[in-house]
């Protein structure tokens, strides 16, 4: 049987109430099918990782969730925490930007990768540590036997990045969600990572949700593409339309923004100004206190909706620009 991907329909996130709620995650939709990757992307704050968090209810405690997130054709919203722990590291893996705040400092790298593979699957402890060892093998640890009993501390950075890998992979789930895995790592560590992940969905047909600030990277990867802005998506596409045709004025800068070749990343032209206050959203257009555009009378006022602007292209604009 295909396994399930992952669908996030109409999420809605609000951190605290009334006036000085966060509106962090608005009315994002999107999906992802078996086998396939979805890259998610956006500057910092935008509600790229909120919006997976909130699909695996992970949210604070002060946080509001409406929508739905179907995992085949379940719904983890409607679901306990009971439940959601059965699944979480079991059907839905997650690997962070950061290692050490999600590994144990306390614990052995044994411990850390057999609880789930005990837990989830049944494995006795020596079954357990077995698989353990060929997962750190198969995400290219040296010497696993000796890694094993390690603690995080005793890892460099990389290595400890594809420990969490291991572990994410470790109950095969059906859809890997992987947050910023490589923005710490050296360019060489970043591609190993990227390739484990590529060999293992193309052998057991797991869909991936990858996350990043860096267009590129996720360009490179993932067969489509959501652009996150303020909680909203702004611009929706397969990954080829998103760079050859970019509509929406946020991706379009973000692409000029896009480090080149001989151009080191300081050097490039962000877009200027800051992300918007998810305290105090603009009355209008999302984009509308940076974007270079803004031509026409509605942008200061209404929001504009997700529209389809071409093959399986949605923009959220009402100044589609290269069409
Ligand atoms: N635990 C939290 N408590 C309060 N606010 C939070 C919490 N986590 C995130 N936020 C806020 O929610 C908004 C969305 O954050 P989110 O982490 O989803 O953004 P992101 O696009 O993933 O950014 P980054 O790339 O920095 O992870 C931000 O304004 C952030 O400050």
């Given at each position: 049987m295909k396994a399930p991907g992952l669908a996030v329909r109409d999420l809605t996130v609000v951190l605290?109430?009334?006036?000085?709620?966060?509106?962090?995650?608005?009315?994002v939709s999107w999906s992802v099918e078996a086998g396939r990757t979805l890259g998610v992307v956006g500057e910092s704050g935008s509600g790229k990782s909120m919006t997976v968090l909130a699909a695996a209810g992970?949210?604070?405690?002060s946080a509001t969730v409406t929508g739905s997130a179907l995992l085949g054709g379940e719904?983890?919203?409607?679901?306990?925490e009971r439940e959601l722990r059965g699944i979480r590291g079991r059907r839905l893996g997650f690997v962070f930007q950061e290692p050490m705040t999600s590994l144990?400092?306390?614990?052995?790298v044994e411990r850390q990768m057999t609880e789930g593979i005990e837990e989830h699957?049944?494995?006795t402890r020596r079954a357990a540590r077995s698989r353990a060892r060929e997962l750190l093998d198969s995400v290219g640890i040296p010497d696993p036997d000796r890694r094993l009993d390690?603690?995080?501390?005793?890892?460099s950075g990389g290595m400890r990045q594809r420990v969490m890998i291991a572990i994410a992979l470790s109950c095969s789930p059906d859809v890997l969600i992987a947050d910023e895995?490589?923005?710490?790592?050296d360019v060489t560590t970043q591609a190993q990572i990227l390739d484990i992940v590529r060999e293992r969905q193309e052998r057991t047909g797991m869909a991936v949700v990858w996350i990043s600030h860096d267009l590129a990277v996720v360009g490179g990867l993932a067969d489509d593409v959501v652009v996150m802005y303020g909680g909203h998506v702004v611009e929706q596409a397969p990954a080829g339309t998103l760079h050859?045709?970019?509509?929406h004025p946020y991706t379009r800068g973000l692409l000029g923004a896009r480090p080149v070749l001989g151009?080191?990343?300081?050097q490039l032209t962000a877009i200027p100004g800051t992300p918007p206050d998810p305290r105090a959203l603009p009355p209008?257009?999302?984009?509308f206190d940076r974007c270079?555009?803004?031509?026409?009378?509605?942008?200061?006022?209404e929001v504009p909706e997700l529209l389809e602007v071409g093959t399986r292209h949605y923009a959220r604009t009402f100044c589609p620009e290269g069409r």
């Open positions: 605290g109430r009334g006036r000085h709620a966060a509106h962090v995650v608005r009315g992970l949210v604070p405690p719904d983890l919203l409607k679901l306990s144990n400092p306390l614990l052995t699957l049944g494995a390690a603690y995080p501390h005793q890892l895995p490589t923005t710490a790592l050859g045709a970019p509509v151009k080191r990343r300081d209008g257009c999302v984009f270079p555009v803004k031509e026409d009378p509605r942008c200061e006022t």
